[in-house]
């Protein structure tokens, strides 16, 4: 299920994949199913985030199939004993649109600080240069960086002590982060 939610300066996509649609009597239900370890009875209710998931996807199918009302059910399963327990909701369309718009609207809140704080890092970077002169291989080290980053590939490397590595592999990663090739980095090392 996907639906495109337009948020001012970006679109946000809530997508995802119900476990079940099913029709039974007429009624149309969403069935979102949870494995746990958790003794099953120990369950009051259906964990918020769980329901909250499958009232998106409710949300969803029901704006996408002009209905007035649809139903969720949450199936847990103790992934041990495989003793199953349901809970069952019911919703009318204009229950789920409120909620829906109102978990937009708080999202959108950290999504626009996102947003915000990517077109400022994306600026920083732009200016970057190498900050030392180029040693012997280095400035090879880091094109060929940059562009098994730009076709998405692996780089293997070996080179010893004080060849300038680090900055070799860093630089040319933040540089394509800048560019949009890339969003995080993750640096390893053994010591």
Known sequence: LKLLVPMGDFDCLVEGRADGIFTEDGEIYIDEIKGMYMKLDLLDDAVGVHRAQAMCYA???????????????????????????????????????????????????????????????????????????????????????????????????????????????VFPAVKAVGEDLADKIFYLTAK
């Open 59 to 169: 949300y969803i199918y029901a704006l996408q199939h002009d209905l007035a009302t649809i139903s969720v059910q949450m199936t847990y399963c103790n992934l041990d004993t495989e003793d199953i327990r349901y809970f069952h909701y019911d919703y009318t369309f204009e229950e789920l649109a409120v909620w829906f718009e109102k978990l937009i609207t708080e999202y959108k809140k950290w999504a626009d600080f996102q947003f915000a704080w990517k077109k400022l890092r994306q600026a920083s970077i732009k200016p970057l240069q190498f900050p030392f002169s180029y040693r012997e291989g280095q400035k090879e080290l880091a094109a060929g960086v940059y562009r098994t980053i730009s076709r998405k590939k692996n780089l293997f490397i070996q080179a010893p002590t004080g060849a300038g590595k680090t900055i070799s592999t």
